[in-house]
């Protein structure tokens, strides 16, 4: 049994890079090692959601390996804004953490969606609750129609894909967030299996066993590859959709990350067990998705059946 430490301060965290780095000496830990994790949530940047969405996924993962993890934060303030935030997005809840809200909660429909565990059984609620905040905040009709494909594509990927039976039983963790001064939405999914590399390698009928990791990140962003389990189209679709709406799309699994904003578009990057997709999404660049997406007319249907399913009712502030 061995004790060990992790300090995560997030005012020196500018990326999931930078953060991630401060997991590894965690992943290697067995069931009884101690692990204590000190987090200082009163950073001067932004505090974003999907930073502590990864905090969480990794104390999640590693809990559930038996190993011991005890939560601090440093310099807590109750009553801060940045904390009052983490606890509405429910980051405190989903690492154990109790703390005592003192603000009463109004309806996150819309504006973001809280920080929550996916399984099949929840898919399609969450990606209802993500497309609200894509329709409320008026993303063009054109990056909706290719959105409403591609975000179910990467839920299903992880139900799908990330554990090793390809039952369909993988989970996962998700949060979205719109920043109306910066036109930006926020969204990642992640989650703690087998990552790219093993589940593009052995599936029982892949035609890829014979691909290097870096080779299988770089790869799972071309048509029409796939581990036998789909069509392959799926993460092509997001980043060429991503990419003309000059938003960003990183995916990192293992020891690599593709990231579509970078001169390097696959690099060596800290460990990370598991995958997770991360998306920014500029909310007024208009697309032509015609040559990505063949089937318009059937799309249109489904994002005006959507439309008439969500409702737009008590959109009010966080607390």
């Given at each position: 049994?061995s004790?060990?430490?992790?300090?995560?301060?997030?005012?020196?965290?500018?990326?999931?890079?930078?953060?991630?780095?401060?997991?590894?000496?965690?992943?290697?830990?067995?069931r009884?090692?101690?692990?204590?994790?000190?987090?200082?949530?009163?950073?001067?940047?932004?505090l974003?959601?999907?930073?502590?969405?990864?905090?969480?996924?990794?104390?999640?993962?590693?809990?559930?390996?038996?190993?011991?993890?005890?939560?601090?934060?440093?310099?807590?303030?109750?009553?801060?804004?940045?904390?009052?935030?983490?606890?509405?997005?429910?980051?405190?809840?989903?690492?154990?953490?109790?703390?005592?809200?003192?603000?009463?909660?109004?309806?996150?429909?819309?504006?973001?969606t809280?920080?929550?565990?996916?399984?099949?059984?929840?898919?399609?609620?969450?990606?209802?609750?993500?497309?609200?905040?894509l329709?409320?905040?008026?993303?063009?009709?054109?990056l909706?129609i290719?959105?409403?494909?591609?975000?179910?594509?990467?839920?299903?990927?992880?139900?799908?894909?990330?554990?090793?039976?390809?039952?369909?039983?993988?989970?996962g963790?998700?949060?979205?967030?719109?920043?109306?001064?910066?036109h930006?939405i926020r969204?990642?999914?992640?989650?703690?299996?087998?990552?790219?590399?093993k589940?593009?390698?052995?599936?029982?009928?892949t035609?890829?066993?014979?691909?290097?990791?870096?080779?299988?990140?770089?790869?799972?962003?071309?048509?029409?590859?796939?581990?036998s389990?789909g069509?392959?189209?799926?993460?092509?679709?997001?980043?060429?959709?991503?990419?003309?709406?000059n938003?960003?799309?990183?995916?990192?699994?293992?020891?690599?990350?593709?990231?579509?904003?970078?001169?390097?578009?696959?690099k060596?990057?800290?460990?990370?067990?598991?995958?997770?997709?991360?998306?920014?999404?500029?909310?007024?660049?208009?697309i032509?998705y015609?040559?990505?997406?063949?089937?318009?007319?059937?799309r249109?249907?489904?994002?005006?059946?959507k439309?008439?399913?969500?409702?737009?009712?008590?959109?009010?502030?966080l607390w």
């Open positions: 049994m004790d060990s430490s992790i300090n995560i301060d997030l005012n020196n965290i500018t990326s999931h890079n930078e953060l991630i780095n401060h997991f590894n000496p965690g992943f290697s830990l067995k009884g090692d101690n692990l204590s994790i000190y987090i200082n949530l009163n950073t001067f940047n932004q974003y959601p999907d930073y502590l969405l990864l905090i969480s996924c990794f104390i999640n993962n590693i809990s559930s390996k038996g190993v011991n993890v005890t939560t601090k934060f440093l310099d807590f303030k109750h009553d801060s804004n940045r904390t009052k935030y983490a606890s509405r997005i429910n980051f405190f809840k989903s690492i154990g953490f109790d703390y005592e809200e003192n603000f009463n909660r109004n309806y996150s429909n819309g504006r973001f809280e920080m929550i565990f996916f399984d099949k059984n929840n898919a399609t609620d969450i990606f209802n609750s993500i497309m609200s905040v329709i409320r905040n008026s993303v063009n009709e054109n909706l290719g959105l409403d494909f591609c975000i179910w594509e990467i839920i299903d990927n992880t139900i799908n894909h990330s554990e090793s039976s390809f039952s369909y039983n993988g989970k963790f998700v949060c979205a967030q719109f920043y109306p001064y910066r930006e969204l990642i999914i992640a989650d703690s299996g087998i990552g790219i590399h589940s593009l390698t052995t599936h029982p009928n035609k890829y066993a014979n691909l290097s990791e870096e080779e299988a990140i770089r790869n799972s962003i071309q048509r029409g590859i796939t581990n389990e069509m392959g189209f799926g993460l092509w679709a997001t980043a060429e959709l991503i990419k003309k709406n938003g960003r799309l990183i995916i990192h699994s293992g020891n690599y990350q593709l990231d579509t904003k970078s001169d390097e578009l696959v060596k990057s800290p460990y990370w067990e598991g995958t997770y997709t991360f998306i920014t999404i500029n909310t007024l660049n208009k032509d015609s040559n990505v997406f063949n089937d318009v007319e059937t249109i249907d489904l994002l005006n059946e439309k008439e399913e969500i409702s737009y009712d008590n959109l009010d502030d």
